[in-house]
Nanobody, 123 residues
Framework: QVQLVESGGGLVQAGGSLRLSCAAS????????MGWFRQAPGKEREFVAA????????YYADSVKGRFTISRDDAKNMVYLQMNSLKTEDTAVYYC????????????????WGQGTQVTVSS
């Protein structure tokens, strides 16, 4: 059974940092595209960042470019999201996602999703 479990969320002041982790189990994800999405109250879920291992490419939403960094450790089946210079508008539930296809993941149609972790940024 495939499982994605996020951790690392919490309450932080604006300008602070958090590091989210996603532990993947149930299969080997080294050939999968992995990514992060978020959903704020009253808003639709939106793409944050993705990483395609085979190409070593990373992709970010414009709103987080230069502040967030996605990385992965395939030996540990882990994906991370380092979030710096956090803003109040980054407040959301953050979800880890995985899919064999990058474009499927990028459009929010990933096959696998975690349960989410809350990030709250206070002013």
């Amino acid at each position: 059974q495939v499982q994605l479990v996020e951790s690392g969320g919490g309450l932080v002041q604006a300008g602070g940092s958090l590091r989210l982790s996603c532990a993947a189990s149930g299969r080997t994800f080294s050939r999968y595209a992995m990514g992060w999405f978020r959903q704020a109250p009253g808003k639709e879920r939106e793409f944050v960042a993705a990483l395609v291992w085979s190409a070593g490419s990373t992709y970010y939403a414009d709103s987080v470019k230069g502040r967030f960094t996605i990385s992965r450790d395939d030996a540990k089946n882990m994906v991370y999201l380092q979030m710096n210079s956090l803003k109040t508008e980054d407040t959301a539930v953050y979800y880890c996602a995985a899919d064999a296809g990058f474009y499927t993941l990028r459009t929010g149609q990933a096959a696998y999703w975690g349960q989410g972790t809350q990030v709250t940024v206070s002013s």
